[in-house]
Structures are given as structure tokens and as C-alpha cells.
């Protein structure tokens, strides 16, 4: 395989996590009498611009299909962040009544209804028809197609040329990054100014978060690579600020590499410096990876294990890409977790691709009262243990799988 970037040839291996089906393929009851399809699962590193990307397997539109179910909307903190965002780019950049905002991959308008709500146009690029839906329900004007050079070219063709183009958590999921981002030096106004937020990976290794790793996210991006690839593609990053979400992330401010006026803040600078003192400019880096995620797997089916054999019961939840990752590495199946609970109904009444673990609504957790709770979502372990809190009241603790096996008081 060759560099998604660079075109350079792929040797170096971050991890190998053996194969999977896509983590968002959830299976329905008719489903489990069939076959799954199962890709391998490894992400290897370029040498040349150091893009860590998943090897080739699984198209984009079989894994982003019709019945995706992921919905930004179902995480309280995810839309407060959300908010946030808004507010600092309206008060950054003076947007208004005359600005127009773009949205790459806007799921369900998490983020766009606060845009629509301070009436400023906007528009949603989505292209999975469910979370499209969705966001249309929220009177917002979204384009359901996969972004890059074309697309973008017919937006502007159409008068939507942008003032501000965000794209969240969605760097990792294009298959060929440099058309998609080609595509926002083509959609900006020549001032315009384009975010992009995306966990860090720094993050992924120092914190060993490689259930982050699946099939939908082609790449893991740092700001060494990331900003190598935004110049090959007219884009010049000026800014980046580090931010808590999803266990650590970067939002990078990118301008027009002809046009752009925003002075390169200091902030660039320092990441790289992080970056290189992180290793990720060194082969040993990434070598020494294989073997950490392994200790998790082995100590978290060891407390499977255990928790069966003392007679207790285990339940996890959010059905999330990442507990995919988890279950399916681990082996695990309904016999060691009886079921995940899920607050989106996309989800109830479906199964975990791979394990088949059964996801349901949280009143099965009143009715099951389940010693453990594995978190899946570990980086939401602050929200959802204070929202399911009442479980301690029959004596039931949270467990976390990452960075490391932590059973919480």
C-alpha cells in the first residue's frame, strides 16, 4: 500500500488489531442469521509526511451508508461544546447576517441549528441519508454528498462560497484526503477561514487509545502531517488550539494559501515542537504500540472472565465505533457482556457488529441492575457516570477498558 498523501510505499506498522466489520454496521434480528463482512484492521505509517492511515479494505459509501447510525446530537457535552464553538467563531471572525457557513459532514445540525439560530446562513454537507434527515428536521439546508473539488466547485457555483467552513471529526474519514482538502482552498471567500477538529495523535499513543482505530477513519492525523498536507492542497494553518474532547484533540484554523491575511501564530509552532518530543518523527515510536494495546485486551477479558466466574453481571454503555473496536479485539461476546445500552433509538433493538452484544435502552439497566458498567465511550466517562449514577444505589461500579482497566468507586 502506498501513502494516501505522498503516494510513498507503507512499511511501518502502528497496530494490528486483526479484522472487524465496520463499527457502525449494527445488526438487526433478521441480520444475525447472515453473514458479516470483515475486513482486516491495521494502520501502517508514512516515513515521508508521517500520515498514519489504515490499510485499504472498506469502501467510503459501504461504510457510510443509508442506515448509519451515529448521531452527533445524543451527547449533552458534545452539543455544548458545539455552542461554544459558534459563539468564538462569530465573536473571532465577525460573522453575521451577510456571512455564509458551510458545515463538511454535519450529521444531524448538532452544530448548525446554533448557526441557523444567530441567523446567519449556513449549509450541511452530509452525505449518510439518516443523519441527513435529521438535520433537515432542524430547517437546515444540507447537501447530501461527499465533499471534495467537485462539490465544492458547484457550491460556489451556486453562491455558497464560504466565510467559514468547519469540519468535525471528520479529517480521519476521508479516504482521499487530498481532494476533500482541496476542496475548502476551492469553497472559501478569499479571507475565509476554515476549522477542523480531530483527536490527536498524541493522544492515541501516549494514552494507548486505539479503539479509536476502525474502519471508517482512513487516517490519524497529526499537525505534522496535516499541515504538510494542507500546503500541498492551498490551504496554510495559522492557528491550532488543544482541546479535551474525545480524548484530547486539535482545532486547526486553516486560510487560503493565496489570499489569507491571518498572521502563523505561535501556537503552530509549539505543537510541532510537541509532536517531535512525542516522537512521532521516530520508527520506535510507533513500534513499541503493538504490545500496549495488547495488555488492555488481556487485562480486560481477564476481568471479564473473573466478573463470570464470581457469579457477577456485566453490562456496558454506548454502543459507540470505539466499544466496537474493543469488543471485537477482545473477542467478546453476550456470555461476558449482556448487553449495551444506548440512548439513541437508531440504535435499540439492534446488535453490536461482530460480538452481537444486544443494544437497548437504559430502563433495561433499572430491570437487569448489572454489577459492572463498562463505559465504551471512555472519553464521556464524566458524563455518563453522573448520568447513571443511581446504579451505585444496588451497589453497581463503572468500569473503564482504556488507557487501562480502572474499576470506578
Known sequence: MNCRHCDAHLSL????????????????REKLNLPEKW???????CRDCWLVQTEDFAAAEELFD?????FSGFSESWLRHSERYVEEMIDRFGLGPTSHVVEIAANDGYLLQFVKARAIPCTGVEPTA?????????????????FGVALADQLVAAGKQADLTTANNVLAHVPDINDFVSGFARLLKPNGVATFEFPHLVNLIESNQFDTI???HFSYPSLTAVKTIFEANGLTVFDVAELPTHGGSLRVFAQRSDTGLHPVGGNVAAILDREVAGGLTRTETYDAFQARAQKVKNDFVAFLIEAKRAGKSVAAYG??????????????????IAFVVDRNPAKQGKFMPGSRVPIVAEDRLHEAKPDYVVILPWNLCEEVTA???????????????VPNLKIHG
Not at 66 to 70: E, L, R
Not at 319 to 336: E, H, I, Q, W
Not at 387 to 401: D, E, H, K, N, S
Open 13 to 28: 506498522a502502528l497496530v494490528d488489531l486483526g479484522s472487524a466489520p465496520p463499527s457502525n454496521a449494527y445488526l438487526t
Open 387 to 401: 448520568q447513571l449514577a443511581y446504579i451505585r444505589g444496588w451497589g453497581g461500579r463503572f468500569v473503564t477498558a
Open 214 to 216: 476502525y474502519h471508517e
Open 66 to 70: 443509508a442506515d448509519y447510525a451515529y
Open 319 to 336: 454502543a459507540a465505533a470505539k466499544g466496537s473496536t474493543l469488543l471485537n479485539f477482545a473477542g467478546v461476546r453476550p456470555d461476558l
Open 39 to 45: 475486513f482486516p484492521l491495521r494502520v501502517l505509517v
Open 130 to 146: 439518516s443523519t441527513a434527515a435529521a438535520a433537515r428536521a432542524k430547517g437546515i439546508d444540507i447537501v447530501s454528498e461527499f
